[in-house]
């Protein structure tokens, strides 16, 4: 069985990203798609700071991102697909690339956020970071701009 890891926020890019994931996955022989969203700490600068933002519900975060999925798969307009909800605390490169290599995820989807090159070096973007590091193949989904 091969199967996808799908990096996911809470942005509507990763809305779109997921329906592509849905949409495609068949035609790229992925039998399985785990979503992976990664919560993080407010200040990942300060050595072991492990305070979320205020007002942090991790209940609230886990509803609003499985809603975000079936929204997703609304979207795709395909039949359902097995599909499962991984959240993982830390950065979220590092916890997307390790999922990926830990379960040996043949494909990864994650979605591209059109930074432009000087915000990009200087912040680095999660994208970029994971298409560095990952142990598998990586699809970057950039939804085309809808027109007015």
Not at 55 to 70: M, Q, R, V
Not at 100 to 124: N, P, Q, T, V, W
């Amino acid at each position: 069985m091969k199967k996808a890891l799908v990096a996911i926020d809470l942005s509507e890019i990763s809305r779109k990203t997921a329906a592509f994931a849905f949409k495609h996955a068949k035609d790229l022989g992925v039998n399985q798609l785990d979503f992976i969203h990664v919560l993080e700490f407010r200040d990942q600068m300060v050595p072991r700071m492990k305070e979320y933002a205020k007002g942090f519900d991790e209940k609230k975060i886990k509803e609003d991102i499985l809603e975000l999925i079936k929204e997703a798969l609304e979207d795709s307009q395909t039949a359902s697909l097995a599909h499962n909800l991984i959240i993982k605390t830390g950065s979220p490169y590092q916890e997307i690339v390790r999922k990926a290599e830990e379960d040996k995820y043949e494909l990864i989807f994650i979605g591209h956020r059109g930074m432009s090159d000087i915000e990009e070096f200087l912040l680095g973007s999660v994208a970029a970071k994971v298409v560095r590091h990952a142990p598998c193949d990586v699809l970057v989904h950039r939804p085309k701009k809808e027109k007015p």
